[in-house]
């Protein structure tokens, strides 16, 4: 074969390789945890994401990284994450930098979903007011795109935890008829997400809420 035919087949191969490693690279899509200020425990349930991440993967064919990486609402690194988690029981506290980057996240694409781990409910309605002051958590209707997704929930939000004997509900930001945060009350995904072992939950509970998960992640991926 000639000479110049053979450097042309492996400056070709090379090429493919190195687009192929790129894209591979790229495509690799991250969650990351919001570390937030205030006392609260943004911390909690530390299998609750790798495990989601997992699920995904599985079922929806996504590419999450298991590595779970912390972020501070106030750092730019915010825009490498296709969708941010927030959690905790208590305290939280977001200064005006920070409300107005988690502000501008959002609006380029972003998604925040956050999780009532008990307790958070007054300090994330007050916070997330710095964020959006003109948008009101609404509950979502049973017949919003969100719960139908890959998995179909009919009746809404599954009930995961039980914290004050009260129905689950499932709250959103919209944004120009787009949802940019869902914020889960009285059911704890996040706690669901847990390995079962870590609240004793039956596998039917876990599953539920892992695939509720997985809806929300569709769903902040393609926005229909």
């Avoid at 790229?26 to 200020?37: D, F, M």
């Avoid at 999450?64 to 690194?77: G, L, N, T």
């Avoid at 008990?118 to 997330?128: F, K, N, Q, T, V």
Wanted: charged share 20%; with cysteine.
């Amino acid at each position: 074969m000639n000479y110049k035919i053979l450097s042309f087949l492996f400056a070709t191969i090379i090429l493919i390789f190195c687009n192929s490693a790129t894209y591979a690279q790229v495509s690799t899509v991250k969650i990351g945890l919001l570390k937030y200020k205030g006392g609260g425990d943004w911390y909690a349930n530390p299998t609750s994401l790798p495990n989601l991440a997992k699920f995904c993967n599985q079922e929806l064919h996504t590419n999450f990284s298991s590595d779970i990486q912390e972020v501070e609402p106030s750092s730019h690194q915010i825009f490498n994450y296709s969708f941010l988690h927030i959690t905790g029981h208590g305290n939280i506290v977001f200064s005006t930098q920070e409300a107005k980057k988690l502000r501008q996240y959002l609006l380029a694409g972003g998604f925040l979903h956050i999780s009532d781990n008990y307790g958070l409910d007054p300090y994330i309605r007050r916070e997330m007011k710095k964020v959006f002051p003109e948008l009101e958590f609404v509950e979502l209707p049973f017949s919003h795109p969100i719960y139908h997704q890959k998995f179909n929930f009919p009746n809404g939000i599954p009930k995961i935890h039980e914290h004050d004997n009260k129905a689950p509900k499932g709250y959103a930001l919209i944004w120009e008829g787009k949802v940019v945060c869902f914020y889960d009350y009285e059911t704890d995904l996040g706690d669901g997400w847990e390995d079962t072992s870590v609240h004793n939950d039956t596998q039917e509970k876990h599953l539920q809420a892992l695939k509720m998960g997985a809806n929300i992640v569709q769903y902040a991926l393609i926005g229909e």
